[in-house]
């Protein structure tokens, strides 16, 4: 292989690229091998046509699709390789200029990596959030817990109120039709939950266990199946059961059972301090994400369209993979709410850019403070997340490959990097 460089405008590289004969005719003999299963000619079984018999008859061509594939990202992959300067953020555009059975030259132009013109990240000043708790925030987080820990009740001497779960069967019609999903039976709904149509949840509260009862509504104007959107429905509703839950009293008793405290007031400065620690994590976050924001604001960078449209594609599949593990798919999302897939990805542009220029800024950080981690400090972290995991340190490491010992070390750096940036600048 031989190949040139061309630097082009804005950051992007042309690359010219001969072929050793040798290794394009080993990619051509291995696309035959590919694909030979596929040829039937008379005198030959299928997949049993020799390569001779086949480029006579059709021509080497029909193999040059399939050996393009197998060649082309190792020979421009051993480019990158050599050439370690050349960073690229995207795809690249490849380009055949020469083919045929013995040659093949060909072109890639690449968009890299933007120059970064870091500007001042050291004598800078920043406000960080106080942290304060209320007893308030104390209070309904110790709720919380003593809701999570209550009974539901069966109930049967009293009509049904918001905050009891009741069990309905219900048929719903417009216009006298029953309409598809309308129709439930023993189906669980917690009265004031808003889960429901408007109007629909208000007009149970009040029936008793037995109880048939019609209930009018209206579907939103703006609901998600446009057939019923706007429409008058009659549900037909039967109570079945009613029942509510009995939430424990705040006392010594119920604190051993939601916690490992034995008194309200251990458990009391238990929850206030990791709502402190909470809130003074997210108040370092913030920090951080202003230090980053306000040294890429003293920056100079073009970011190229091409890193945009790929976080924002990033982005969507996260969001879609996220739907996905929740058990719903991504087209009946985009169905049901009337989105399209092109609104997210309006809507996630500024976010988009604003992560790239974060990375960016991040990236010319490191390479100007250059902050050292030895193999010393990532084991102590490992022995730290040992402990943690209360296993010895020979067991733990066990799960330790390399990728994951690079993934310590990133982690590290950028907790130094911040450090740096801390004791560097005025924090307030």
């Avoid at 999903?181 to 029936?207: C, D, H, R, Y």
């Avoid at 924001?293 to 890193?307: F, L, T």
Wanted: aromatic share 8%.
């Amino acid at each position: 292989m031989s190949y040139t460089v061309e630097n082009l405008e804005k950051n992007k590289v042309k690359i010219v690229v001969k072929v050793d004969q040798k290794d394009w005719q080993d990619a051509i003999q291995k696309a035959y091998e590919k694909t030979k299963k596929d040829y039937q000619l008379g005198g030959f079984r299928k997949g049993h046509v020799p390569f001779k018999v086949l480029a006579n008859t059709y021509g080497v061509g029909i193999f040059f699709e399939d050996a393009l594939d197998i060649i082309l990202p190792r020979e421009y992959g051993a480019v990158l390789d050599k050439e370690t300067q050349i960073d690229p953020v995207d795809r690249p555009d490849i380009d055949i200029l020469a083919i045929s059975d013995a040659t093949l030259e060909f072109s890639a132009v690449v968009q890299c990596k933007p120059d970064f013109k870091l500007g001042a990240y050291t004598g800078l000043e920043f406000k960080k959030d106080s942290v304060e708790v209320s007893e308030e925030e104390v209070n309904a987080e110790i709720n919380a817990k003593l809701d999570e820990a209550g009974a539901w009740i069966p109930v049967t001497d009293r009509p049904a109120k918001k905050g009891d779960q009741v069990t309905i069967d219900y048929s719903g019609s417009v216009d006298g039709v029953k309409f598809e999903g309308g129709t439930a039976e023993k189906q669980t709904l917690l009265l004031g939950s808003g889960n429901f149509i408007p109007g629909f949840e208000e007009q149970v509260e009040g029936m008793n266990i037995g109880e048939d009862r019609d209930i009018t509504v209206k579907f939103p104007e703006e609901y998600h199946e446009k057939s019923l959107a706007g429409k008058d429905a009659v549900f037909a509703i039967k109570l079945h059961e009613i029942t509510f839950k009995e939430i424990p009293a705040l006392d010594d008793e119920s604190v051993k059972d939601i916690s490992e405290f034995d008194t309200v007031a251990d458990y009391k400065e238990s929850v206030k301090k990791n709502i402190a620690e909470k809130k003074n994590s997210e108040a370092e976050s913030k920090l951080e994400n202003d230090m980053i924001e306000a040294i890429a604001k003293n920056s100079q960078v073009e970011i190229p369209q091409c890193m945009i449209d790929n976080q924002i594609e990033d982005m969507i599949k996260e969001f879609e993979n996220r739907l996905q593990y929740q058990g719903l798919k991504a087209e009946d999302y985009y169905k049901y709410t009337g989105m399209k897939r092109e609104d997210l990805q309006t809507q996630y542009k500024d976010m988009a850019e604003k992560n790239v220029l974060f990375r960016l800024t991040l990236e010319a950080l490191l390479k100007a403070i250059q902050v050292p981690v030895s193999d010393e400090e990532i084991d102590d972290k490992i022995a730290e997340m040992a402990k943690q995991a209360g296993r010895s340190v020979e067991e733990y490491s066990k799960y330790i490959n390399e990728e994951y010992r690079n993934y310590l070390r990133n982690d590290l750096i950028t907790t130094k990097l911040f450090e740096y940036l801390k004791n560097n600048n005025t924090i307030k």
